[in-house]
């Protein structure tokens, strides 16, 4: 997950030991999140997100309980329609538990995707 920052700088992130590294920044303006209930909607929510638009898939996260949670960045108004056409695309296969974009999202949102994917 290198390289997931904001543009007014670096931050400072524990890694598994615990040990501070810094991470790497580039500008994220905005922050895009699809759950799903089930792989297939998930992967057709990915597929049909980087499609759509410019915008770069940062991780993909599975909480448990067949959750699934598709994260990308990019400009807002590409995540926004990333966001809306992968919700389209995972709606035809399966089941949306929720979507969200977050303009301008804090180093320490952020820092949180640093970590490693649950699962």
């Given at each position: 997950?290198?390289?997931?920052?904001v543009?007014?700088g670096?931050?400072?992130s524990?890694?598994?030991?615990?040990?501070?590294a810094?991470?790497?920044?580039?500008?994220?303006?905005?922050?895009?999140?699809?759950?799903?209930?089930?792989?297939?909607?998930?992967?057709?929510?990915?597929d049909a997100?980087?499609k759509?638009?410019?915008v770069?898939v940062?991780?993909?996260?599975?909480?448990?309980?067949?959750?699934?949670?598709i994260?990308v960045?990019?400009?807002?108004?590409?995540?926004?329609?990333?966001?809306d056409?992968g919700?389209?695309?995972?709606?035809r296969?399966?089941?949306?538990?929720?979507?969200?974009?977050?303009?301008?999202?804090?180093?320490?949102?952020?820092?949180?995707?640093?970590?490693p994917?649950?699962?």
């Amino acid at each position: 997950m290198a390289g997931i920052g904001v543009t007014y700088g670096s931050v400072r992130s524990p890694n598994a030991a615990g040990e501070s590294a810094m991470i790497e920044t580039f500008g994220v303006e905005a922050l895009g999140l699809v759950e799903t209930f089930g792989l297939a909607a998930a992967v057709e929510a990915a597929d049909a997100m980087v499609k759509t638009a410019s915008v770069r898939v940062i991780t993909k996260q599975q909480p448990g309980g067949g959750l699934i949670a598709i994260m990308v960045t990019g400009e807002t108004s590409a995540v926004q329609s990333a966001v809306d056409a992968g919700v389209a695309a995972a709606e035809r296969v399966g089941r949306v538990v929720s979507r969200r974009v977050i303009a301008r999202p804090d180093a320490d949102i952020l820092d949180l995707l640093e970590r490693p994917p649950v699962r």
